[in-house]
């Protein structure tokens, strides 16, 4: 299994510019989510989804979209990029749906720099 | 939303030193998770543990749910083992404590 994989790894934009991060999990996970981390502080929850279809706000959604077609790929776009959104952008997933187990994993991250 | 503290802030250790570190809650949790965030930026899971004790190599945790708090204990703590640990609790979208960065001197 590869796990979580995040792509690209880095990304510079100018202010304006949209892009999307892309994430993929192999393992068959039902719950995926978008943090955030910025200097010197903990992961900020984006958006989350409980499964395919279904997306949710988390603590800091505002310049952010995401959907989810698939179980397997969760991506986040940024429609109109803000220096403010310069982060490491991290996705994550776990089990969820039937069990109470739910250990999150974590992909690589995203470095974003907004110029 | 559930409020995450982890002390102290900061730690620094000469190899070989035993340390702990807290993170206390203001709610019941039906899921607990230490990470090490390394110096790469890379986080990687320690512990997934909503109650009770549980151990690795030189790494260990105990949660106590009922008193709302959980405790990381590296012991003859070595360079590799620096960077920051953090708590994060809740489900699916969890609530991450600000971190402990922990520097281990030669």
């Given at each position: 299994n590869a796990g979580v994989t995040q792509t690209p790894k880095f990304q510079v934009l100018k202010t304006g510019q949209s892009m999307t991060l892309q994430c993929a999990q192999?393992?068959?996970?039902?719950y995926m989510s978008w943090y955030r981390q910025d200097p010197g502080m903990g992961l900020r929850l984006i958006h989350y989804s409980v499964g395919a279809g279904i997306t949710d706000q988390g603590e800091v959604p505002n310049g952010y979209n995401v959907s989810r077609s698939t179980t397997e790929d969760f991506p986040l776009r940024l429609l109109s990029a803000a220096p403010s959104q310069t982060s490491v952008y991290f996705c994550a997933s776990s089990y969820g749906a039937v069990s109470s187990y739910n250990e999150q994993f974590f992909g690589p991250g995203t470095r974003l720099t907004v110029l | 939303g559930i409020q995450v503290e982890q002390s102290p802030p900061d730690l620094i250790l000469q190899e070989g030193a035993n340390s702990t570190l807290r993170c206390n809650f203001s709610d019941s949790v039906n899921n607990l998770q230490w990470f090490h965030q390394n110096p790469w930026g890379q986080l990687i899971n320690l512990f997934y543990i909503p109650s009770g004790t549980k151990q690795n190599g030189r790494l260990s945790a105990t949660t106590v749910a009922t008193e709302r708090y959980s405790l990381l204990y590296i012991s003859?703590?070595?360079?590799?083992?620096s960077g920051v640990y953090f708590c994060a609790l809740d489900d699916y979208k969890l609530s991450f404590g600000a971190g402990t960065t922990v520097t281990v001197r030669a």
């Open positions: 192999d393992m068959n996970h039902e | 003859s703590s070595q360079t590799t083992d």
